[in-house]
C-alpha cells in the first residue's frame, strides 16, 4: 500500500551549534559593513580563551566559557550579553537589551552602563585577522580581556591583554541538492530578512490528486516576522547565514498549511482547533512531497527547531499519506485552477461550499468541494 513504504525523509543537515542554541548561532563578523543596521543583534567574544561576555558587574564585565568552531559560537554555559548597534556616522552606540548603553570610560579601564546614549560614543574598528578594536572615539583605549574580565586599556592583543571579537545572531539555512534547493523554514524566535537568492513559498492548498499549490509569500528583502513557516527555494547545496532582526514585522496574509508550532517535548501541534494530518517534507519512491510523519497522519516529534510541517484538516483530505510537489510548476500552482473571477456556469470545475451551495467566482480561501473532492485553498 502507499502508506507502508519507506520513507527518506529530507532534513537540513544537522549543524552541531544547533543543538545548544534554537536554530540559530552566533557567527564571527570582519568588517563594518555587516554593523550598519540597528536591528542585529550581537555579543563580545574572546577566541584566545573561549569565553563570552555575560554581563557587567561593578563596573567591569563578566565572562564565562563557551565553545568556539572557526567563527562559529557552538555553545556556551551562560547566555550571553546580547546587544544591538547604532550608527552613528564617525561613532556607534552600543545598546544593551535592558535598553541601557556600554560606556567605555575615556579614563582607566572600566567598562559600565549608562541610562542614556551621552558620552557612548564608540569607535569600531576591525584588524586584518578580524580582531575588533571597540573604544571611546575621541581615544586610543579599547576593549580587552585582562585576567577574565574586559577592561577599556591602552594595551590590546598582548598576552595580558586579549583581544576580543564580534559575532552576530544568524539563522542557519541549508538547500539540499536532492530536493532542487527546496527546504521548510520555521523561525521561532527571531525575524529575518529574506536575502537574495531565496524564494518564499506558503503552501495555500492540498489535494491528493494533484500537486499542492504553493503562492509566493515575500519578495527578496521583505523582513520576516517570528513564527512564520514558509518553504524556501535557494540555490542546491548551498547553506546560508542569515541575521536575525528585531524589527522584521512582515506577515503573510493568505493561507499557508505550513506550521512551526509544538509542543513542550516536540510534537506537531497545529496553531486552530481541529483534526489534521501531519505532514513533513521527504522523498517517497522519487516523488518530492509532503508525506505522514508518523502512522495515519499523527502528530509525529521534530528533531530540528527550525524545521516547518503540514498541517492539512482531515475533511480536506481523504487520509492522502502523500502530497506531491511539482517542481516544474513551483512558481504558481493553484488547486483551483480557474481563474478568479471567472464564470463557472459552464458546468466546468464547479465549486460548491460544505453545505452544497454553487459558487458562481472562485473563491477567496476556505474548504469547498470542486467535481466531488474537498479542497482547501
Not at 519507506?6 to 544537522?14: G, H, N, Q
Not at 540555490?235 to 512582515?250: F, H, V
Amino acid at each position: 500500500m502507499f502508506c507502508a513504504l519507506c520513507l527518506l525523509a529530507i532534513f537540513t543537515p544537522t549543524v552541531a551549534q544547533t543543538t545548544v542554541l534554537n536554530g540559530y548561532v552566533y557567527k564571527k563578523v570582519t568588517s563594518t559593513t555587516e554593523l550598519n543596521t540597528v536591528a542585529y543583534d550581537f555579543i563580545l567574544v574572546c577566541e584566545a580563551t573561549n569565553s563570552v561576555m555575560t554581563g557587567i558587574s561593578n563596573s567591569k564585565d563578566q565572562m564565562e566559557s563557551c565553545t568556539l568552531s572557526d567563527g562559529i559560537l557552538t555553545g556556551y554555559d551562560t547566555e550571553p550579553f546580547v546587544f544591538t548597534l547604532t550608527n552613528k556616522s564617525s561613532y556607534y552606540y552600543i545598546k544593551s537589551s535592558s535598553g541601557q548603553y556600554l560606556k567605555a570610560a575615556t579614563s582607566g579601564t572600566n567598562l559600565s552602563l549608562a541610562s542614556t546614549s551621552k558620552d557612548c560614543e564608540l569607535a569600531i574598528k576591525f584588524e586584518a585577522n578580524g580582531d575588533v578594536k571597540i573604544g571611546y572615539y575621541k581615544s586610543n583605549k579599547y576593549i580587552s580581556l585582562n585576567n577574565g574580565v574586559l577592561g577599556h586599556n591602552g594595551t590590546y592583543g598582548t598576552d595580558s591583554y586579549k583581544a576580543v571579537q564580534l559575532y552576530r545572531r544568524e539563522y542557519v539555512v541549508s538547500f539540499p541538492k536532492a530536493t532542487q534547493g527546496l527546504t521548510t523554514f520555521y523561525n521561532a524566535d527571531y525575524g529575518y530578512e529574506l536575502p537574495s537568492g531565496v524564494t518564499a513559498y506558503a503552501v495555500s492548498c492540498a489535494d491528493e490528486n494533484q500537486p499542492i499549490g504553493m503562492t509566493k509569500a515575500f519578495n527578496t528583502g521583505a523582513y520576516i516576522k517570528s513564527n512564520t513557516a514558509l518553504l524556501l527555494k535557494g540555490t542546491p547545496g548551498e547553506t546560508l547565514y542569515i541575521p536575525t532582526r528585531n524589527n522584521a514585522a512582515g506577515v503573510f496574509s493568505g493561507t499557508n498549511l505550513l506550521e512551526g508550532g509544538r509542543t513542550a517535548d516536540g510534537y506537531t501541534a497545529a496553531s486552530k482547533a481541529g483534526d489534521y494530518y501531519y505532514y513533513k517534507l521527504a522523498i517517497k519512491d522519487g516523488q518530492l512531497g509532503f508525506y505522514w510523519g508518523a502512522e495515519k497522519g499523527a502528530a509525529f516529534q521534530m528533531t530540528k527547531p527550525t524545521t516547518a510541517y503540514l498541517a492539512v484538516p482531515k475533511s480536506a483530505v481523504q487520509q492522502a499519506a502523500g502530497l506531491r510537489i511539482d517542481l516544474d510548476a513551483i512558481t504558481g500552482v493553484k488547486c483551483l485552477e480557474m481563474q478568479g473571477g471567472k464564470d463557472l456556469n459552464d458546468g466546468d470545475g464547479q465549486i460548491y461550499t460544505l453545505d452544497g451551495r454553487r459558487c458562481t467566482t472562485v473563491p477567496r480561501k476556505g474548504m469547498y468541494i470542486i467535481n466531488g473532492k474537498k479542497v482547501i485553498r
